[in-house]
């Protein structure tokens, strides 16, 4: 009995303690809200459970000389128990005066909404300039290249020229030594004369006989002299027509050898010709050192026009079908950063290598300073097109949504987005040109991935325009 009645006190306890702590919790919360509440004091909420447990002990009242004292902070409990049942919550009763308060874990609708809204960044839409270009790699070569060789057998005996002189058009550039073809040369000038006074006596003869024919022939007209005697004359005329077209022949004969030994003599002197009307090239490599013995067409020296290079790159099937002749390029070389060159396509082979599935394009690279050397690795951009006054954004705007590429266009006084698809064009460096639609306004850069079509948008910043 004992036991029992000592468990009822612990659990009444208990029960008071929970109660004075509710309510000083209510009253807080009452007087928040603005409604006057009861004050409650500690001592009340305390000694109601002692009076109680006093009252169950000894069935009165007034045993105990306290007990007045704690039975009523006992009926204090008691109202404050009944105010209570009625709603089953807190705040309900009559001294809370809480009543009209929402519950204090549901939000309202501003937050809500406000906490469903993405943070991102936008970009208004710029109208510009865009340009569809190509990227190759390549090598320079020189437009113009020969190597200058001898004619003739020889021992070379001077050259005056070096790898990197200019060499201007008639230039001469070495010397072979040259009397084994003067001698030849003087003995074919001597042979000519010869012919020609062999021809002088052999005109001269013909001209005789041509007078002793006629002579003939008026005479045998006369009846003077036989037709013997005229065919006689006549003979000799035909005879000295003969010789003197044999020694016309010769004489030719003699001409020609003259020309071959002046020839030979002239090639011992090695001069720089070509025949494009550039003035100037300059000498690439040479090959010999004076007292050489060369052989005939042995080379002697290099010859280059850079004045103008030739950009040799390889293009794949997907460039092949945009580049064409007339292009402009832009060329850049690695060992001269900071360095642009204008380029321009001159030919595309009509074929692509079936081993490679490229094919060959020639860039004619004017290089008047002469910066550019044959052999450079280059970088080379030709432009496929160029176009203006149009609608230009980065490309990371793009989005993709049920398979349709588009963009959402920010409506800043509703705080919401719209999906808007669009027709793209030219892609350029990271920038898109927009065909369609018109745009106007600013569209998201960061943090679409999170978006659909009327998202509520809290815009945090601008990315890059």
Same mark, same amino acid.
């Given at each position: 009995m004992k036991k029992s009645l000592l468990l009822a006190f612990i659990l009444v306890s208990a029960l008071s303690v929970y109660i004075g702590m509710e309510i000083q919790r209510r009253k807080t919360v009452g007087g928040s809200a603005g409604t006057p509440t009861r004050p409650?004091?500690?001592? &009340?909420?305390?000694?109601?459970?002692?009076?109680?447990?006093?009252?169950?002990?000894?069935?009165?009242?007034? +045993?105990n000389p306290a007990g007045s004292n704690r +039975?009523?902070?006992?009926?204090?409990?008691?109202? #404050?128990?009944?105010? *209570?049942? =009625?709603?089953?919550?807190?705040?309900?009763?009559?001294? +809370?005066?809480?009543?009209?308060? %929402?519950?204090?874990?549901?939000?309202?609708?501003?937050?809500?909404? *406000?906490r469903g809204a993405v943070s991102v960044e936008v970009v208004p839409i710029q109208i510009g300039t865009i340009r569809d270009v190509g990227n190759f790699s390549g090598t320079l070569e020189a437009r113009s290249q020969f190597v200058l060789s001898t004619k003739i057998a020889g021992r070379l005996k001077s050259i005056f020229v070096d790898a990197g002189d200019e060499v201007r058009k008639g230039q001469l550039v070495a010397l072979l030594e040259e009397e084994d073809y003067k001698y030849p040369y003087e003995q074919a000038v001597a042979d000519l004369e010869a012919a020609r006074a062999n021809l002088d006596d052999a005109l001269g003869a013909l001209e005789t006989t041509k007078r002793e024919y006629e002579r003939a022939r008026s005479l045998f007209e006369s009846k003077i002299i036989s037709a013997a005697e005229l065919d006689a004359s006549l003979n000799q005329y035909r005879k000295a027509e003969a010789t003197v077209k044999v020694v016309q022949a010769q004489v030719r004969q003699r001409e020609a050898a003259l020309a071959i030994a002046k020839d030979r003599l002239d090639s011992t002197r090695i001069v720089a010709t070509w025949e494009s009307e550039e003035p100037v090239r300059v000498i690439g490599e040479r090959?010999?050192? =004076?007292?050489?013995?060369? *052989?005939?067409?042995? %080379?002697?020296?290099?010859?280059?026009?850079?004045?103008?290079?030739?950009?040799? !790159?390889?293009? #794949? &099937?997907?460039?092949?079908?945009?580049?064409? =002749?007339?292009?402009?390029?832009?060329?850049?070389? &690695?060992?001269? %950063?900071?360095?642009?060159?204008?380029?321009? !396509?001159?030919?595309?082979? =009509?074929?692509?290598?079936?081993?490679t599935r490229q094919a060959t394009?020639?860039? #004619?690279? %004017?290089?008047?300073?002469?910066?550019?050397?044959?052999?450079?690795?280059?970088?080379?951009?030709? &432009?496929?097109?160029? *176009?203006q006054q149009v609608q230009i954004l980065p490309e990371s705007c793009l989005v993709t949504r049920e398979e349709r590429i588009g963009v959402f266009l920010v409506n800043p006084q509703e705080g919401k987005v719209k999906f808007i698809p669009v027709q793209v064009g030219i892609r350029q460096g990271g920038n898109v040109e927009i065909l369609s639609p018109f745009l106007s306004g600013s569209v998201v850069i960061t943090g679409q991935h999170l978006l659909q079509d009327g998202s509520s948008v809290i815009v945090a910043g601008r990315g890059r325009p």
């Open positions: 409650v004091s500690g001592s &009340e909420g305390i000694s109601s459970p002692v009076g109680v447990g006093r009252q169950n002990q000894s069935g009165t009242t007034g +045993s +039975s009523e902070g006992g009926s204090g409990v008691g109202k #404050t128990t009944e105010s *209570r049942e =009625p709603g089953g919550t807190a705040g309900s009763g009559k001294d +809370s005066g809480s009543g009209g308060m %929402p519950p204090s874990g549901a939000p309202n609708q501003a937050s809500q909404s *406000r090959f010999v050192n =004076p007292g050489t013995l060369l *052989r005939a067409n042995d %080379p002697i020296c290099s010859v280059l026009d850079i004045s103008s290079l030739v950009g040799i !790159v390889n293009v #794949t &099937e997907q460039g092949y079908t945009k580049i064409r =002749p007339g292009q402009r390029a832009a060329i850049r070389a &690695e060992i001269l %950063p900071g360095k642009e060159f204008p380029g321009t !396509v001159d030919r595309v082979t =009509p074929f692509l290598n079936p081993s394009v020639r860039i #004619t690279v %004017p290089n008047r300073g002469r910066e550019l050397k044959p052999g450079m690795f280059i970088q080379v951009e030709v &432009e496929f097109a160029r *176009r």
